[in-house]
Structure formats: C-alpha cells, structure tokens
C-alpha cells in the first residue's frame, strides 16, 4: 500500500507539561523534537495551558473573568512558547513551521485540499509542520453556530473539538502510514485504574476484522466518550477512519521516544492489519 506521509503525532497538553512545578516538561520536548522529520506531521495541544502559567508567572494572577475571550488570549501567549520550544528541539537542518488550523479545512473540501498541498510540500522542503487548532481566534458560540450550518448540507462533520480527532482527520487527509496519539497511559486499558491490564495489540487479517475487534473494546474500556473529553473511548472512535485508510495505529506513552513506539519495543497499544 502506497502512503503519502509517514506519519501524523498527536501530544495533548498535560504531557508537556510539569505539573509539580508548573511550568513546561522540557524532557518531554525534547525526546519528542529530536525524533521529528521530513515526512511527520505533529499535531500539539499545549498553548492554552502553557499560555496560562506563562501569564501567571508574569503578572502573579490569572486574567478575569475567566471566559472565551481568557482562553484565546492564553492560546495566543502559550502558543508563541510552545512553538519556541519545538524549534529548539528539532534538528537543526529542518525547517519548522506552524499551521493552525479550524473546522471549516476539513469540512470544506477546497480548504482540505489546500490544507494538504500545503503540508505535502512542507515535506518536499524538509519542514515540520507543527499544528493546533485556531484557539487564539476561536469561540464556543460561534463554533456552535458554524457547526449547526454545516450540519444543514452534510452528513459527516469534522468538529475538531479536541486534537485527537484533529490528528485522526489530517491522518486520513494525508494517508499517513502511522497514527501515533500520545496520552497520559502507556495505551489502551481494559481497566484504567489498573496499567498492568494492557492491551497490547489490536489486530486482524483485514480492515475489517481490526475494526470488529476494536469495537468489542467499547464494552471493556473505561474513559470517557464524549468527543472534547479526551477520553480512549473517544479516542477510539476517532481512529476508525485512519484504520479503514489502511494507516497503523499506535496510542501510547510521552515518557517513550518515537522510534520505540513505532518500532514495539515499549509499552503501547497498536491497532493494525497483519
């Protein structure tokens, strides 16, 4: 099977995060960054919480009324270091470039187009293209309402809500040969207060069978479903389309590097034809 991309990552916000001590988990930059190259796409939550402690830490209080307005000015603040960081980390010899990206680019196909033309080329040019969602710009109200119009002419919806569905999308967009998604467990648990309960593998001689056993999933798995939450659950639902894309899944832990993730040799979950 031919792939157009190697691989889409997706890192959501508490992994970059050092909770003890409120402020950026440098490690976690790192071993991510310096795993980053041509042909990855890396999705990256982080710029409303890193936006948040940077403020904080400057002006010695949060800014009021906590609102939507707040959480785009955080986003806009945070997403300033977050690309900071990733640039400090990636070699050198690789151009970095941020794209942000909203609904309306997966649910307009001209849009979803020029989304991938533009991170086809990154690609040729030996660029990582680092992507969020618009927060800096974007409010719950309007959302609703773009959403609702959409609603009117198609089917499918892309909402974006969260970026494990973000990641999912640009993995089906780009025909990526990995789906890599960094979460707070070192995978898929049939009890998530429990991590020796493990599942490991997902597999199945065709697309379908991986799908059939995926969906046997949803009765065991703990986490939440609604989509925003960032529960497995949703998570799960979201990979259904890479997999039938042919793309390899991989859910799995930030504390490991890339290399060992995609190659099996630590803890992970994968979901993948045989």
């Known amino acids: 099977m031919n ?18 001590r409120d402020e950026l988990d440098y490690n976690t930059f790192s ?22 402690i940077d403020y904080l830490k400057r002006n010695d209080k949060l800014i ?34 941020q794209i942000l990206v909203e609904h309306s680019h997966f649910n307009d196909k001209e849009k ?32 609703k309402m773009e959403l609702n119009e959409v609603r009117k002419n198609q089917e499918s919806v892309a909402e974006c809500i969260d970026n494990d ?3 999912s999308r640009l993995s089906v967009l780009l025909k990526s040969r990995y789906l890599l998604i960094l979460t707070s467990s070192e995978g898929v648990l049939r009890d998530a207060h ?6 490991k593998e997902v597999e199945g001689k065709d697309v379908d069978e991986v799908l059939q ?44 590097a890339i290399p060992d993730l995609l190659a099996g040799t630590v803890n992970r979950t994968i979901f993948r034809v045989r």
């Open 3 to 20: 792939f157009d991309s190697e691989l889409v990552g997706k890192i959501g916000s508490m992994a970059l995060i050092n909770r003890e």
């Open 31 to 52: 071993r991510i960054g310096k795993h980053l190259k041509p042909g990855y796409v890396w999705v990256s939550s982080g710029a409303v919480e890193i936006g948040k």
């Open 64 to 97: 009021e009324p906590e609102n939507d307005i707040a959480k785009s000015l955080y986003a806009s603040q945070g997403q300033c270091i977050l690309m900071e960081n990733y640039r400090k980390f990636i070699k050198p010899e690789y151009s970095v470039r």
């Open 112 to 143: 979803s187009e020029y989304v991938k033309s533009l991170l086809l080329e990154s690609m040729k040019q030996k660029a990582i293209p680092i992507i969020n969602y618009n927060d800096s710009v974007s409010n719950d109200e309007i959302l």
């Open 165 to 167: 569905e973000t990641a």
């Open 194 to 199: 429990d991590p020796s309960s493990l599942i």
């Open 213 to 256: 056993n995926m969906n046997a999933l949803f009765e065991v798995c703990d986490g939440a479903s609604r989509k925003g939450a960032n529960g497995m659950l949703a998570k799960l639902q979201y990979i259904q389309e890479p997999i039938k894309n042919g793309t390899t899944v991989i859910i799995g832990s930030p504390k490991y």
